[in-house]
């Protein structure tokens, strides 16, 4: 059973600091997705890596996939109040239907 | 487009009584749907994946004579969630994607469900 770590579990920071939330896993992920989940909804798909070593960036967020393809991390630079939220990492591999495994999440606050 | 809703988006009920839960894809054929279970400051649990016209699949530890789950069509699936307790409390997510074989899914809003 794969598990997926995901640290820290709690991050509460000053708006304008930078952070970084962390994903690792027990086995190679198939394809790694991360997800923001804001209070009484549902999760947003941030972003989909599949290549080791792959970098995206989106504003003010960059996702690295570790080369091994068994972590990744998402770096947020310059944080605002309006990324508070739980940060999710999903690695959507497995079986035929496409079920997604779920980290512990992260819930990041940005304090004004 | 891609977009799931779900119904109601909060619920009350008493204890002993069943709850229905609606999850609709609105602009797309969900050929496979997703039932997921969420405690507070928690992740999304999978319960259970339906696909339309066939039983849903059940993960371990999941009682499927507790949650009951159709998929009649390619844009309804429920869940109902028979004699419920305290203990169910829980935010009840559910996500669709147009085929088993994507590891796109699209998330409806949840539904916050307490049992009295």
């Known amino acids: 059973t794969q598990l997926l770590e995901q640290s820290p579990q709690f991050l509460s920071i000053q708006e304008g600091e930078n952070l970084t939330v962390y994903c690792n896993s027990s086995s190679v992920f198939s394809s790694l997705q991360w997800y923001r989940q804001e209070p009484g909804e549902g999760p947003v798909l941030l972003v989909t890596?599949?290549?080791?070593?792959e970098v995206k960036k989106l504003k003010r967020l960059t996702f690295q996939f570790g080369d091994a393809r068994k972590d990744s991390s998402l770096h947020i630079t310059a944080a605002q109040t309006g990324d508070t939220g739980l940060y999710l990492c999903?690695?959507?591999?497995?079986?035929?239907?496409?079920?997604?495994?779920f980290g512990q999440g992260t819930i990041l606050t940005v304090h004004p | 487009g891609a977009v799931v809703s779900q119904h109601p988006s909060w619920v009350i009920c008493k204890s002993g009584t069943s709850v229905k839960i609606e999850c609709r894809s609105l602009d797309f054929q969900a050929t496979t749907m997703f039932w997921y279970r969420q405690f507070p400051k928690q992740s999304l649990m999978l319960m259970a994946t339906s696909n339309e016209g066939s039983k849903a699949t059940y993960e371990q530890g999941v009682e499927k004579d507790k949650f009951l789950i159709n998929h009649a069509s390619l844009t309804l699936s429920t869940l109902t969630v028979t004699s419920a307790h305290p203990e169910d409390s829980s935010f009840y997510i559910c996500?669709?994607?147009?085929?088993?074989?994507?590891?796109?899914?699209?998330f409806g809003p949840g539904t916050r469900l307490t049992v009295l």
């Open positions: 890596v599949v290549t080791g070593g």
């Open positions: 999903a690695d959507a591999g497995g079986t035929s239907y496409g079920k997604l495994t």
């Open positions: 996500s669709a994607s147009w085929t088993r074989f994507t590891d796109t899914q699209y």
